[in-house]
């Protein structure tokens, strides 16, 4: 099945539950009530992952589902439909350290007007690059004896250049 341009819904693991053991809870079809409200959410259909980020069925716009047959397809954290919002201070990376700010990384987006994950956020499409090269950089600048991070900017610097090629 093509998955292609359909959102990726990320079960947590209450919502993983109720989609794998919950069929009969207390009378109610737990699985096909979390579709109801999803497909009410999505309009358009949607794929439904798995808390390890593999597609194990589909909701139709009528909220029919649709098991997916092995070997399921993994995505990235990045690619999910339902991540949590920066806008209202739900994602985990607004308290990530900021050394540029001396604060966490959301006095940053107010000082700048910036509405951003954190370099390094599990959300954002460049996070691993720039994790990677931030690491790789830091091993060779500790080795020579020098200060890990070159300046405390230089994640932000990084970001910017992952998203540049």
């Given at each position: 099945m093509n998955l292609a341009g359909f959102p990726l819904f990320r079960l947590n693991s209450l919502q993983i539950?109720?989609?794998t053991a919950g069929r009969d809870f207390h009378g109610t079809n737990m699985r096909r009530a979390l579709a109801s409200v999803i497909s009410k959410t999505y309009r358009s259909g949607v794929v439904i992952l798995s808390p390890t980020l593999y597609a194990i069925g589909t909701v139709d716009p009528m909220g029919r589902i649709?098991?997916?047959p092995p070997p399921f397809q993994q995505f990235q954290m990045w690619e999910v439909a339902n991540k949590p919002s920066i806008r209202y201070d739900q994602c985990a990376c607004r308290n990530y350290w900021d050394p540029e700010v001396q604060g966490p990384w959301r006095m940053?987006?107010?000082e700048r007007g910036l509405d951003i994950h954190h370099p390094f956020?599990?959300?954002d499409r460049t996070a691993m690059p720039v994790w990677t090269t931030s690491y790789q950089s830091g091993h060779q600048r500790a080795a020579a004896d020098l200060n890990p991070q070159k300046r405390p900017d230089e994640w932000v610097r990084t970001r910017q250049q992952v998203?540049?090629?």
């Amino acid at each position: 099945m093509n998955l292609a341009g359909f959102p990726l819904f990320r079960l947590n693991s209450l919502q993983i539950l109720f989609w794998t053991a919950g069929r009969d809870f207390h009378g109610t079809n737990m699985r096909r009530a979390l579709a109801s409200v999803i497909s009410k959410t999505y309009r358009s259909g949607v794929v439904i992952l798995s808390p390890t980020l593999y597609a194990i069925g589909t909701v139709d716009p009528m909220g029919r589902i649709t098991e997916l047959p092995p070997p399921f397809q993994q995505f990235q954290m990045w690619e999910v439909a339902n991540k949590p919002s920066i806008r209202y201070d739900q994602c985990a990376c607004r308290n990530y350290w900021d050394p540029e700010v001396q604060g966490p990384w959301r006095m940053r987006e107010k000082e700048r007007g910036l509405d951003i994950h954190h370099p390094f956020c599990q959300f954002d499409r460049t996070a691993m690059p720039v994790w990677t090269t931030s690491y790789q950089s830091g091993h060779q600048r500790a080795a020579a004896d020098l200060n890990p991070q070159k300046r405390p900017d230089e994640w932000v610097r990084t970001r910017q250049q992952v998203l540049a090629t």
